[in-house]
């Protein structure tokens, strides 16, 4: 796995399968940074903590890849599903009690605690979880899917986050069923993507804008790499990939 030591804007990371990939993209970067291969499905679980507490959400998956088939070179990320009806059932309290609580005890033990949002990107391989990266933010695509399932109000959890009350909160609720993200990239992405191209639709319910803007005539034109966000909801996967 090479990566560019630098921001990429989430397409600065080559996971090959041969030599020849790895050392053409390695020949491109300024520093590169090297990972051993995980293998095993990717998960994304968000937590909320409020530097000593930590309430974890519904874990998600993306796809990285541009193509189907998972083809084609990494993207910010195409789509994305919650829950995972293949992950083992304790997959949350092990990732909770193994990963997220003691990054969290152990920013506070340094003197830099941390409060807000920790997303730990996770492959469930052969020996278990383990954690590719940490971020400090909600993770597109896999928030719009997981927050269409949330029923415990946002602002309420953001709060309690701030103020330090996070352990007197309810647990979480969540929506029966499942949510699905489908990304409408523009031509070209994610390398020259074409911008300008006239949008129909876009102001469909489920439909989030992320690269676009408005004509003076009104018209929704494409305006990045990653146009659009589509979530569709039901009362399983295969019925929230069908709404979307």
């Not at 970067?29 to 095993?40: A, K, N, P």
């Not at 993306?62 to 919650?82: H, L, Q």
Request: charged share 20%.
């Amino acid at each position: 796995v090479v990566k560019d030591d630098g921001l990429a804007a989430g397409k600065g990371v080559v996971v090959a399968d041969d030599g020849t990939a790895a050392l053409a993209h390695a020949a491109a970067c300024d520093r590169v940074v090297i990972e051993e291969y995980l293998d095993g499905p990717e998960v994304s679980l968000f937590g909320i903590t409020d530097g000593t507490t930590v309430y974890p959400m519904q874990p998600a998956q993306d796809f990285k890849r541009i193509f189907d088939g998972d083809e084609g070179p990494n993207t910010g990320g195409m789509g994305a599903y919650t829950p995972l009806p293949w992950a083992p059932a304790d997959l949350v309290e092990e990732v909770l009690r193994d990963v997220l609580q003691p990054t969290v005890d152990e920013l506070a033990r340094r003197g830099t605690p941390f409060t807000g949002l920790l997303y730990a990107g996770l492959a469930i391989t052969a020996n278990g979880p383990e954690v590719i990266e940490f971020n400090c933010r909600f993770g597109d695509p896999e928030t719009q899917a997981v927050l269409a399932l949330l029923r415990s109000p946002l602002a309420r959890l953001l709060h309690a986050t701030a103020t330090g009350t996070l352990a007197a909160e309810p647990p979480l609720e969540w929506a029966p069923g499942a949510a699905v993200t489908v990304v409408v990239a523009a031509e070209g992405y994610p390398g020259t993507p074409r911008l300008g191209d006239v949008i129909g639709g876009a102001d469909a319910d489920g439909v989030l804008h992320a690269g676009t803007r408005v004509r003076d005539d009104g018209a929704v034109l494409s305006a990045g790499g990653r146009v659009l966000s589509v979530v569709g909801t039901g009362p399983d996967l295969a019925a929230a990939r069908a709404d979307a």
